[in-house]
C-alpha cells in the first residue's frame, strides 16, 4: 500500500515539473518579446558568435557523448532503438558542429562564409534528420534485440554525414535556399522547422504513452528532451536574424534539451545497468553468506552422517572377516597359506578352507561383480549357501564340488537379486589319502596355477557356467574334474585383482609377473611362497590404498 501512495505522489511530481517546464518555457518566449531592442544593443556579433559557438560545442559533445555511450555498450545491450538513436545523435552533432563552423561571420571553412544559407541548411538538415530518426526509435520497443552487427550502423551514418556536407557547400542549389540574408528566413526553411515541431510532437505523444505504461524515469527525462526541442524549433521559426534574441533562445532550448537526452540514454545505458549490477552483487554477497552457513550445517550432518556409516562399513567388515578363516586347517599332510588385500573397506572375493573328515579338505575361492557393499553381501550368501556337506539322518555325506556349485546356482536364482549381478569361483575337494583333487568351476576368470615338485608350472582347466540369474533359462552341469598330486606340488588359487593392479605408470602387474616371481621361488614352503609373491606384488604397485580390485589369494601345498 505504502509502494502504491510513493508511485502515485511521484507520479504527481513528475506532471507537475513538466507542467512548470512548460510554463518557464513560455514565460521565456514572452520576456524575448519584450526584450527584443535591449538584446539587440548589448549583444555584439562577436559577443553572439562566442555564445552561439559555446552552445553548439556543448550540443555536440553531448550528441558525439550519446553515440559513444550506445556505441560502445551495443556489444552487451544489442538494443534496436538505442543503437539508431546514437546513429541520429551522431549525424545531427556532426552537423551542427558544421553548422557552427560555417556560420556567417565564422573563419572560412572550405568556402568562404559570407552568406547565412549554409549554415541555415546544414541546421534544417540536422533537425529534420533527428526529429525523424528519433521519432522511428520511438516505436521501436526498448528491449527489442537485434544480431546485426554495428558496423552496418555505423558506415552508413558516416556516409550519410559525408554526403551531406559536401552536396550542402558545393552544390548548394541542390537543397532549397533556407535563408536570405537582410530578408530572413524562407517558406521552405519555416515549412521544414513545422514539420520537425509535428514530428515531435507525435514523439512526445507516444513517449507519454510509453510513460503510462512503464513509469520510467528515463522515458520521463526523454519526454522533458523532447519538450525543451519543440520549444526550440518554435523559436527557429520566429527569428528574423541569425544574431537575433530567438536565434539565441533556440540555442538555449537545445542545449538544455541535448543535456537532458544524454541524462536519459546514459543511465538507461551504464548508470541503470551498473545499479543493477551492483544491486545483484550485494544480493549475490547475500546469499553467499547465507549459503556458506547452510554449506557448512549441511557439512556438518554429512559428516555426522558419513561418520555413522562408516562405523556401519566397519562393522560389515568385521561381520564379513569373521566369515573367512581366521586360522587355516592344520594338518601334516597338506597345508594352506592366504593372502586377503581388500580395495575397498568391503570386499567382493571371498574364499575358504574346511576340514570335511580326517582325510578331505573343502576349498573354494570366488570373486562378484562389483565392490562395496553389495559385493560384500554377495560373498556372505556365497559362504552361507555353498554346502560341500549334506546331513542325513545316519550320517554326513560329502557332496561333489560340481553338486555344491548346482545347489548355489539354484539358490542364487531364487533371491532378489538383480539380473546383473553374477559370480565365479572354483570350489574342490582334497584327498589326503589319494592326494587327488576333485574341483568343479562356475567359471572363474583367472586359472589356478599347479606348480609341480619338479618345477613345472601348468593350468588347471577351470571352463564352466558363472553363477547368474538365468536359471529360468538355462540349468547349467558343473563337470567334476580331477587332478593327481605328488609331494611337494602346490596350487596357487587367485582372483583377477592380483594380476590387473597398477602401478603409478599405469603398468599392470600381469600374470607373466606372478608366473616369474613363483619360478624364482617354486622351492620354497607354501608359506614363504605366499609372503615373496606378497612382496613381490607391493614392491611394483606401491602402497595398498592403489588397489582398484579386491586380491586374494591362496597356496595349497601338498606335504
Not at 550540443?59 to 553515440?67: D, E, K, T
Not at 526523454?222 to 537575433?244: H, P, T
Not at 576340514?355 to 553389495?374: A, M, R, T
Not at 609331494?487 to 605408470?505: P, S
Amino acid at each position: 500500500m505504502r509502494i502504491e501512495i510513493n508511485n502515485i505522489l511521484n507520479c504527481q511530481k513528475r506532471y507537475f515539473g513538466m507542467f512548470v517546464l512548460v510554463l518557464c518555457s513560455i514565460i521565456l518566449f514572452a520576456c524575448a518579446a519584450f526584450y527584443e531592442s535591449i538584446f539587440d544593443k548589448i549583444m555584439s556579433v562577436a559577443t553572439y558568435l562566442t555564445w552561439h559557438n559555446l552552445f553548439e560545442y556543448i550540443s555536440s559533445l553531448a550528441s558525439f557523448s550519446i553515440f559513444i555511450v550506445t556505441y560502445y555498450t551495443y556489444d552487451g545491450s544489442r538494443r534496436l532503438r538505442m543503437v539508431i538513436l546514437g546513429c541520429v545523435f551522431f549525424v545531427m552533432g556532426s552537423l551542427d558542429i558544421f553548422h557552427t563552423l560555417s556560420f556567417m561571420g565564422m573563419p572560412d571553412f572550405f568556402i568562404p562564409n559570407n552568406h547565412s544559407n549554409r549554415a541555415t541548411t546544414l541546421w534544417i538538415l540536422s533537425r529534420v534528420i533527428g526529429s525523424a530518426g528519433i521519432l522511428i526509435s520511438s516505436f521501436i520497443p526498448i528491449q527489442q534485440i537485434t544480431k546485426i552487427k554495428k558496423i552496418f550502423f555505423v558506415v552508413p551514418t558516416l556516409l550519410t554525414v559525408a554526403v551531406l556536407f559536401f552536396i550542402v557547400t558545393y552544390f548548394p542549389k541542390f537543397f532549397p535556399v533556407m535563408f536570405v540574408d537582410g530578408k530572413g528566413l524562407t517558406l521552405a526553411k519555416i515549412s521544414l522547422e513545422y514539420l520537425v515541431v509535428l514530428f515531435m510532437v507525435i514523439t512526445f505523444l507516444k513517449v507519454v504513452s510509453s510513460y503510462r505504461q512503464t513509469d520510467s524515469i528515463q522515458e520521463y527525462q526523454f519526454m522533458l528532451g523532447i519538450l525543451l526541442s519543440i520549444f526550440s524549433e518554435i523559436a527557429f521559426v520566429s527569428y528574423a536574424s541569425v544574431y537575433d534574441i530567438y536565434n539565441y533562445l533556440g540555442h538555449i532550448y537545445k542545449f538544455l534539451a541535448y543535456f537532458i537526452f544524454f541524462k536519459s540514454i546514459y543511465s538507461y545505458n551504464v548508470k541503470i545497468p551498473y545499479r543493477e549490477m551492483k544491486k545483484a552483487r550485494n544480493e549475490l554477497r547475500h546469499h553467499s553468506e547465507k549459503l556458506n552457513f547452510l554449506v557448512k550445517q549441511r557439512t556438518k550432518e554429512l559428516e555426522d552422517i558419513n561418520e555413522m556409516l562408516l562405523m556401519d562399513l566397519e562393522y560389515a567388515k568385521d561381520i564379513q572377516l569373521s566369515l573367512l578363516p581366521s586360522k587355516m586347517p592344520e594338518e601334516i599332510a597338506v597345508s594352506f597359506e592366504a593372502g586377503y588385500l581388500p580395495a575397498d573397506r568391503l570386499s567382493g572375493d571371498f574364499y575358504n578352507v574346511t576340514k570335511l573328515d580326517e582325510n578331505n579338505f573343502s576349498v573354494y575361492i570366488g570373486d562378484v561383480s562389483g565392490h562395496g557393499v553389495s559385493a560384500a553381501m554377495l560373498t556372505i550368501f556365497a559362504n552361507q549357501n555353498l554346502k560341500p556337506l549334506r546331513e542325513t539322518e545316519d550320517s554326513v555325506e560329502i557332496i561333489s564340488p560340481g553338486y555344491a556349485l548346482k545347489g548355489l546356482y539354484k539358490a542364487f536364482n531364487q533371491t532378489n537379486f538383480k539380473d546383473e549381478t553374477y559370480m565365479v569361483m572354483v570350489c574342490g575337494i582334497y584327498n589326503t589319502q589319494s592326494r587327488c583333487f576333485t574341483y568343479a568351476s562356475a567359471g572363474i576368470n583367472v586359472p589356478p596355477l599347479i606348480i609341480k615338485n619338479t618345477g613345472e608350472i601348468s593350468e588347471m582347466d577351470v571352463r564352466g557356467f558363472a553363477i547368474c540369474k538365468l536359471g529360468e533359462i538355462i540349468m547349467p552341469f558343473f563337470e567334476d574334474k580331477k587332478i593327481q598330486l605328488e609331494q611337494g606340488d602346490k596350487i596357487l588359487f587367485y582372483t583377477d585383482g592380483l594380476v590387473e593392479a597398477e602401478n603409478l605408470k599405469g603398468d599392470k602387474y600381469t600374470y607373466d609377473n606372478l608366473v616369474d616371481i613363483i619360478k624364482t621361488n617354486q622351492n620354497m614352503k607354501g608359506s614363504s611362497l605366499k609372503d615373496a609373491i606378497n612382496k613381490d606384488f607391493f614392491d611394483y604397485i606401491g602402497e595398498n590404498d592403489r588397489l582398484k580390485d579386491d586380491v586374494t589369494f591362496l597356496v595349497m601345498e601338498v606335504s
